[in-house]
């Protein structure tokens, strides 16, 4: 998708992670590591993005993206607007469109856009005014782009060199938005093995993924991995009929501690959240040494200020 660079090749939206080439991916994640700051450190406090104003418009429930890109604003002296889509005039029938120009018109930089429907962030970012920036915060099952960079950043950050590397991406892929984006970004900056893990319910058709391992069952799945990454099933992108029962999921699927002996002896274990704790993972690998759960929240905060930072710099 062209239309999120700039004639200069800056990046203008952020809409997906898909044919962004490796140095632009891996300036963002430079920069983002120059934001992350330990939990006893003071958070960055700058004015980098004084006189911009950024909107959140959330369309789907969101904890840590809504949250983190908020306080990736604010830490860089931007001015927030925070609208629930449930309580906005799209309930009463207004379009997205015209709830952007609405926005625009009270002077507006930065859209970050949570969307159930396929397409909607594109629409959007192919009519706002040409100082608007778009970037999306979760597009139906397709992209979460900021997901997929702070994923990336807490590898490298854990692991060094993605070239060595085997990434398991475990669960609901068919639904995942995560997934994807995870898969661009690890694809683009080199990963040596990238294998999704999943029942067939929930393994993509053959012609997404390209490139990557497939596996139907855990064990093999997570055999030797240095990254496992576990994921949520997407019952609300799918039929409340073909949602699995929670056991049987659980012992078929789910992280226990027993299965993580099969990964590399320090193989890291992530999840996005929200976690549903005792079927995709058990409590104890979530809250054991192996988790890097915490550490990908941080990483969203520093992963999001370079994101509002790069799409507004030219300003
Ligand atoms: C994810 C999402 O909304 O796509 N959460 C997140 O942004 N960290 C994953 C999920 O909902 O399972």
Same mark, same amino acid.
């Given at each position: 998708?062209?239309?999120?660079l700039r004639q200069?090749?800056s990046?203008r939206?952020?809409i997906t992670?898909?044919?962004?080439?490796?140095?632009?991916?891996e300036?963002?994640?430079?920069?983002?590591?120059?934001?992350?700051?330990?939990?006893?450190? +003071?958070p960055?406090?700058?004015?980098?993005?004084?006189?911009?104003?950024? *909107?959140n418009l959330?369309g789907?429930? =969101?904890?840590?993206t809504r949250? =983190?890109f908020?306080?990736?604003?604010?830490r860089l002296g931007?001015?927030?607007?925070?609208?629930?889509v449930?309580?906005? =005039?799209?309930?009463?029938?207004?379009?997205?469109?015209?709830t952007?120009?609405?926005?625009?018109a009270?002077?507006?930089?930065?859209?970050?856009?949570?969307?159930?429907?396929?397409?909607?962030?594109?629409?959007?970012?192919?009519h706002?005014?040409p100082?608007?920036?778009?970037?999306?915060a979760?597009e139906?099952h397709?992209?979460?782009?900021?997901?997929?960079l702070l994923d990336a950043?807490t590898?490298?950050?854990?692991?060094g060199?993605?070239?060595?590397?085997?990434?398991?991406i475990v669960?609901d892929i068919?639904?995942?938005?995560v997934a994807?984006?995870a898969?661009?970004a690890?694809?683009?900056?080199?990963?040596?093995?990238?294998?999704?893990v999943a029942p067939?319910?929930?393994?993509?058709?053959?012609?997404?993924?390209?490139g990557?391992?497939?596996?139907?069952?855990i064990d *093999?799945?997570?055999r030797g991995a240095?990254?496992?990454?576990?994921?949520?099933?997407?019952k609300? +992108?799918? *039929?409340?009929?073909s949602?699995?029962?929670?056991?049987?999921?659980?012992s078929q699927f789910?992280?226990s501690?027993?299965?993580l002996?099969?990964a590399?002896r320090? *193989?890291?274990?992530?999840?996005?959240?929200?976690m549903?704790?005792?079927i995709?993972?058990?409590s104890e690998?979530a809250?054991?040494?192996?988790?890097?759960i915490?550490?990908?929240v941080s990483?969203g905060?520093a992963?999001?200020?370079?994101v509002l930072e790069a799409?507004?710099?030219?300003r």
């Amino acid at each position: 998708m062209s239309q999120q660079l700039r004639q200069d090749g800056s990046l203008r939206h952020l809409i997906t992670l898909e044919g962004l080439d490796r140095t632009l991916l891996e300036r963002l994640l430079d920069r983002a590591q120059t934001y992350v700051r330990t939990l006893d450190e +003071r958070p960055i406090n700058a004015q980098l993005l004084r006189g911009i104003t950024v *909107a959140n418009l959330f369309g789907e429930p =969101s904890t840590r993206t809504r949250a =983190s890109f908020e306080l990736a604003a604010r830490r860089l002296g931007a001015e927030v607007l925070n609208l629930e889509v449930h309580l906005s =005039s799209r309930t009463k029938g207004e379009t997205i469109l015209d709830t952007v120009y609405t926005l625009q018109a009270m002077h507006l930089d930065v859209l970050v856009l949570r969307e159930a429907e396929p397409g909607v962030p594109a629409l959007v970012a192919a009519h706002v005014a040409p100082h608007v920036s778009v970037v999306s915060a979760g597009e139906a099952h397709l992209s979460h782009p900021t997901q997929g960079l702070l994923d990336a950043l807490t590898i490298r950050q854990r692991k060094g060199d993605l070239r060595r590397l085997k990434v398991a991406i475990v669960g609901d892929i068919e639904h995942s938005r995560v997934a994807r984006s995870a898969w661009h970004a690890l694809a683009t900056l080199g990963t040596g093995e990238i294998r999704i893990v999943a029942p067939p319910a929930f393994m993509p058709g053959p012609a997404d993924f390209a490139g990557c391992a497939r596996h139907e069952t855990i064990d *093999a799945g997570i055999r030797g991995a240095d990254v496992i990454m576990m994921l949520r099933i997407q019952k609300e +992108r799918m *039929a409340a009929v073909s949602v699995p029962d929670a056991q049987t999921y659980f012992s078929q699927f789910g992280l226990s501690s027993e299965r993580l002996t099969l990964a590399a002896r320090d *193989a890291i274990v992530m999840h996005p959240g929200p976690m549903n704790r005792g079927i995709e993972i058990q409590s104890e690998v979530a809250d054991g040494p192996q988790s890097v759960i915490l550490q990908q929240v941080s990483n969203g905060v520093a992963v999001r200020m370079a994101v509002l930072e790069a799409v507004t710099r030219r300003r």
